[in-house]
């Protein structure tokens, strides 16, 4: 059963900041944690709808870390910040750790029998995707060929952007009622009318937005116009949207709301976490939380569903990619 229970943990008084605040400072108490802020504020930002005070919470998502640290290699010998973002996901929905690393050795073993390209982070949030879809029940055969097929349909769309970092947003479309060259299709399509509606610029960012986007039931040109209108209202803001932000602009396209009613809650949001945490916080992480933060004020509870994780695990996405990145470069020096 998942621990979220947005009715209960949310409530039309509570205000998310606050809430994100709260857990913030319970995970600071915990110095069990060590490694920089960003995806501690990250996981305190998911855990806002997670009932319970924030003590009990952080002290839920350290065992949970602690265990992944014991048990899995690759978490021992990953960083501390990785653990902790997966550990509040697998808290956030009832999971156990012992029971998701047994699911993620027999599920990475079938895809090198799908002769899938290895990439122990991705696969690792490509299968949390899948089990969170199936209330952690074991993966099917049937959803794991279906995964691989939806990966080859993308790639043959993008030849070079699609990789690895792709494996979560093709986990999320296992559960699409279309043929894989369908979701592939419709993806690509969204990629090209971002491109003929909106300043936007070829690459993986967009891809990644585009496959966000392809879960919706919008048609892509109607995608596209909202991504265009929602990053020029931003933009008009004084919130520059730079390629960074594609994937915080399409999470919030999601949103059933008049676009100056979001852009008024991001700006309200991202003044107010200047003054309450930190106001020499970087532009792409305020925006960040601010974007996370709206989402969560303004999703009615009874809209809640898959779509509302989709932002924690592109974030997990970026920071794999940026300390994949930071390793080969230090390497290469």
């Excluded at 021992?76 to 956030?92: D, F």
Aim: hydrophobic share 50%.
């Amino acid at each position: 059963m998942p621990f979220r229970d947005p009715e209960h943990a949310l409530g039309p008084s509570l205000d998310p900041l606050a809430r994100m605040v709260a857990l913030e400072a319970a995970f600071e108490g915990q110095r069990g944690f060590a490694g920089d802020r960003v995806p501690l504020r990250l996981a305190a930002a998911n855990l806002i709808l997670a009932p319970g005070e924030p003590a009990e919470i952080v002290a839920g998502v350290r065992a949970i870390d602690e265990a992944l640290a014991a048990n899995a290699p690759w978490y021992a010998r990953g960083p501390n910040s990785m653990r902790l973002l997966i550990a509040a996901v697998l808290y956030e929905h009832g999971d156990e750790a012992a029971a998701y690393e047994a699911e993620i050795d027999r599920v990475r073993a079938e895809f090198r029998r799908l002769r899938l390209r290895r990439s122990e982070g991705f696969e690792t949030m490509a299968v949390l995707v899948l089990r969170i879809q199936n209330q952690l029940a074991p993966i099917a055969d049937a959803q794991l060929e279906r995964f691989a097929a939806i990966y080859r349909a993308m790639k043959r769309e993008h030849r070079w952007l699609t990789g690895p970092d792709d494996y979560p947003a093709c986990a999320f479309m296992v559960s699409q009622p279309a043929t894989p060259a369908q979701l592939a299709g419709r993806a690509n399509a969204i990629y090209s009318a971002l491109r003929e509606h909106a300043r936007v610029w070829r690459g993986d960012p967009l891809q990644t937005a585009s496959n966000m986007l392809a879960l919706s039931k919008l048609e892509p040109n109607e995608l596209a116009t909202r991504f265009a209108k929602l990053a020029a209202a931003l933009d008009e803001a004084g919130i520059s949207i730079s390629m960074g932000e594609y994937d915080e602009v399409a999470l919030l396209c999601f949103l059933a709301r008049p676009i100056p009613r979001i852009v008024e809650t991001m700006l309200d949001y991202r003044e107010q976490i200047r003054a309450r945490i930190s106001s020499a916080m970087t532009k792409g992480h305020a925006f960040s939380l601010a974007a996370n933060l709206a989402y969560v004020r303004m999703l009615d509870t009874d809209e809640l569903g898959p779509l509302d994780d989709i932002k924690t695990l592109l974030d997990m996405q970026t920071i794999i990619a940026t300390r994949a990145a930071i390793a080969a470069s230090a390497g290469a020096a």
